[in-house]
């Protein structure tokens, strides 16, 4: 067997770490499937089992985001990663840019006005902040008057949250009146 013509699955899985590995940015299944003679739809399905192992203990894992796919490593090894590399500590993030990327991501694309609505209160400054982060960005305009920008996450977020996809987000639960913070239940203070 040739590494130009790979049979067993296990080489597939070891040439597209290989190639993902060396890889300077995101790439499309499209690109892999093109350079291993597969189809996109094999190529995703050995992008997942190598998902798979990674997910067991193992320093890596696979990202996706936009339709693209990169290595990164595991989430729960960033501390000894940053040490190891002499990086600060990942700047924690105002309660404001939390509650902005919270927004943004489960909304996305939205409008900074949309974003204004939601929290009640002016977001340029959080915006601009999250842009400069590499968090978020913009993503196109809106067909609306003004057209104005429109913003979603990047793969940077992906790797802050540790998530491997948008997909991965917890689920968006809205509260019911009996969860809603009242004055009665101590919640809410004068």
Do not use: C
């Not at 193992?58 to 990164?72: C, E, K, P, S, Y």
């Amino acid at each position: 067997m040739s590494e130009n013509n790979p049979t067993d699955p296990q080489t597939y899985l070891g040439i597209l770490e290989a190639l993902l590995f060396v890889a300077p940015e995101p790439v499309h299944p499209q690109q892999l499937a093109e350079v291993l003679s597969l189809s996109v739809t094999d190529v995703e399905t050995y992008l997942r089992a190598l998902d798979e192992e990674y997910q067991n203990g193992r320093g890596l894992r696979i990202q996706w985001h936009a339709g693209r796919v990169q290595l990164t490593t595991a989430p729960q090894f960033s501390e000894t990663i940053e040490r190891f590399l002499g990086l600060e500590a990942t700047a924690r993030l105002s309660r404001a840019a939390l509650e902005t990327l919270a927004i943004i991501a489960y909304r996305q694309p939205v409008t900074r006005p949309a974003i204004d609505a939601v929290r009640g209160v002016n977001s340029d400054g959080v915006v601009k902040s999250l842009l400069g982060k590499g968090l978020i960005q913009e993503v196109g305009r809106a067909d609306s008057p003004g057209r104005p920008i429109l913003y979603g996450t990047t793969g940077e977020f992906l790797q802050y949250f540790g998530l491997g996809s948008i997909q991965d987000l917890p689920p968006y639960d809205v509260p019911s009146e009996d969860e809603l913070p009242t004055a009665e239940n101590g919640i809410l203070k004068d």
